[in-house]
């Protein structure tokens, strides 16, 4: 049996005996002791399942030397300059994690502390030493906690997860500094066919900056004491709310950021992308071929997504032919993933109806993020109802290395 055969085995075991457990507590002849005993038991399963997942992951997963290009000096976002038309040779490709990014590039004294267990410890205080030690060295006279690297890493993993953006390929750059320059290929050097003897004719690249500089994002959730006392699932569901609603705001600031501080400037303030209002309805698929067609004119392909609001999607899934038969999608666009997300509101334009649809080779677009995670801890605030809040925040930017590679459909009402 090899080592990942015993590693998903004893997974299963694990999830086998939470759910055994969790049927346990519902039950009204559990004693205060015994789901006391429970509660313990499920926290240090929950623990060893996701040590063993981290593991299997690392086992499952590549070398990852391909993140940046080149050696990284520490100073910087990443080496290397990347050409118009081709994908960036540094950054996180939505499949690599910050979690192997975080255990590379810094010391992991505390392996084995999921977010979720650190998140409960804020509150209930550590149960085990590395939690406790990870509270002492890491709160601030603020009354905030400047969360370690390999669990703030975790937690920018829950967030990329959820993000739609990401999804369709955008690339996560772990941003070091206050401000970050990377350099792109603006126009490429031209050839020029020449005579025996003539001299070659001179042409040279233009390169400009894309610059990184990290904005505040923060969130509020509130959470019930009774809540934090008795959830046998917490440590799971309290990193994946907070993630899930810092990845909302971070994909609508990708996809229409006005880039005025402090908000960053998203693909639809980019100057260069292309673009065309519908002013209607969809009533079949020629816009998003108009986008295909425009980014591989701009040798920027493939299409990589298209991102739309749920209502656009069902719009385009509801198009029938003139028998009434279900309208298939060209051959062109099926192979393309359609994304839904409410980030893209649905109350623009004159008429207060108007929606957005993008489309692009999202892997033009880079995510820069601070690795460093800050999460405070209200008791006070909610008191009079009975309830704790997080709040938890992050330093990110937006930035589109070729405009070429976007498209957007404006106007498109429903």
């Known amino acids: 049996m090899t080592d990942e055969k015993k590693i998903v085995d004893h997974i299963q075991a694990l999830d086998t005996e939470c759910r055994a457990l969790t049927d346990e507590m519902g039950q009204a002849a559990t004693t205060k002791e015994r789901a006391a005993e429970i509660e313990a038991r499920f926290d240090a399963a929950m623990a060893e399942r996701d040590?063993?997942?981290?593991?299997?992951s690392k086992m499952r997963r590549p070398p990852y030397a391909d993140v940046t290009g080149g050696e990284d000096d520490?100073?910087?976002?990443?080496?290397?300059?990347?050409?118009?038309?081709?994908?960036?040779?540094?950054?996180?490709?939505p499949e690599q994690r910050m979690l192997d990014w975080a255990a590379k590039h810094q010391p992991d004294p505390y392996r084995g502390l999921s977010a979720g267990a650190y998140l409960r410890s804020m509150i209930l205080g550590g149960k085990t030493e590395t939690e406790r030690r990870a509270l002492a060295e890491g709160s601030d006279s603020a009354g905030g906690y400047s969360v370690p690297a390999v669990v703030s890493a975790e937690l920018l993993d829950n967030l990329r997860a959820a993000s739609v953006t990401v999804q369709a390929g955008a690339r996560t750059v772990p941003l070091t500094s206050a401000t970050n320059s990377i350099a792109a290929v603006a126009s490429d050097p031209a050839p020029a066919w020449r005579s025996e003897n003539a001299a070659v004719a001179e042409s040279d690249p233009t390169f400009r900056a894309v610059v990184f500089t990290p904005r505040s994002l923060a969130v509020l959730v509130k959470v019930s004491r009774e809540l934090i006392e008795d959830s046998l699932n917490l440590e799971t569901a309290l990193p994946q709310l907070l993630a899930a609603a810092l990845?909302?705001?971070?994909?609508?600031?990708?996809?229409?950021?006005?880039?005025?501080?402090?908000?960053?400037?998203g693909i639809a303030n980019t100057s260069g992308i292309g673009t065309a209002a519908l002013g209607a309805d969809l009533a079949n698929y020629g816009p998003l071929l108009a986008g295909r067609t425009a980014i591989l004119t701009a040798n920027a392909g493939p299409v990589t997504a298209a991102i739309l609001h749920p209502r656009d999607e069902g719009t385009l899934a509801g198009l029938t032919d003139s028998t009434g038969q279900p309208l298939m999608a060209p051959a062109a666009l099926s192979a393309i993933p359609q994304l839904t997300t409410t980030a893209v509101p649905t109350d623009g334009g004159t008429g207060s109806d108007e929606s957005t649809i993008f489309a692009g080779n999202f892997q033009h677009l880079m995510i820069g993020m601070r690795t460093g995670l800050r999460v405070e801890l209200l008791r006070e605030t909610y008191a009079a109802n009975h309830q704790y809040a997080f709040v938890a925040s992050l330093r990110a930017d937006v930035a589109v290395a070729h405009p070429g590679a976007f498209y957007t459909v404006t106007a498109v009402t429903g």
């Open 247 to 265: 990845a909302t705001e971070l994909d609508r600031v990708a996809l229409l950021g006005s880039g005025t501080a402090p908000e960053p400037r």
């Open 51 to 56: 040590r063993l997942s981290a593991d299997l």
């Open 74 to 93: 520490g100073g910087s976002a990443g080496g290397g300059v990347w050409e118009r038309g081709a994908a960036p040779p540094f950054g996180l490709a």
